[in-house]
């Protein structure tokens, strides 16, 4: 019996933690589009937000995290840039209108900057992307999951995830890029099971 459990314990207590860290993301990702779309819907399109601000980034992202914040449940705001959630979550906005240059990973979506999600607080847990750290668009189509099956190889052929696991984990609802990253496909296997 110490031997079947030995065995399985461990096993269980991580698919409990991906599970959990799963709930959260995608959590944190209805809370992030929902805030996004009472912004747009009280201050319009978010193309129209840096309007007149020149190169002044930090005044991008100020207004940003400000009109973002006002409809979120913010225990702690940190800089102009940066907040943590109610529920621990740590939130940090990096806003790159109008640099024409960088474009969105999805196709028709003007792309105006990321927004980094720590669900388990600044300094705690891992800090590593697709573990505890992931990734999300600034659109205007919306809060978008980095990447997608646009990159074939966008779950990481490491098993690390990176910020390609955002996409991953919402679509998906699994974090099996820890686990088997080489048997997975987003056209074929999505999880090891």
Known sequence: IGVVAALTIP??????????????LKKVYANLEDA????TAVYGPVETWFANDGDDSEAWETRFTDRL????????????????????TNIFSLVRYPQANICSHY?????FGSIY???DGANKGKNKDGYDWFEFEITDQGI?????????DG??????????????????GNMDYLKCADELSWSGQTTCK
């Open 11 to 24: 096993n269980l207590n991580q698919s409990t933690g991906d599970r959990e860290k799963v709930a959260k």
């Open 36 to 39: 996004y779309g009472r912004a």
């Open 69 to 88: 914040t006002e409809f979120m449940k913010v225990s702690k705001k940190i800089s102009y840039d940066k907040f943590d959630l109610a529920d621990g």
């Open 107 to 111: 196709e028709n979506a003007g792309y």
């Open 117 to 119: 999600v720590d669900i």
């Open 144 to 152: 978008l999951p980095s990447n997608t099956e646009y990159y074939e």
């Open 155 to 172: 779950i990481g052929s490491d098993g690390e995830g990176g910020y390609y696991a955002t996409a991953w984990v919402i679509q998906n």
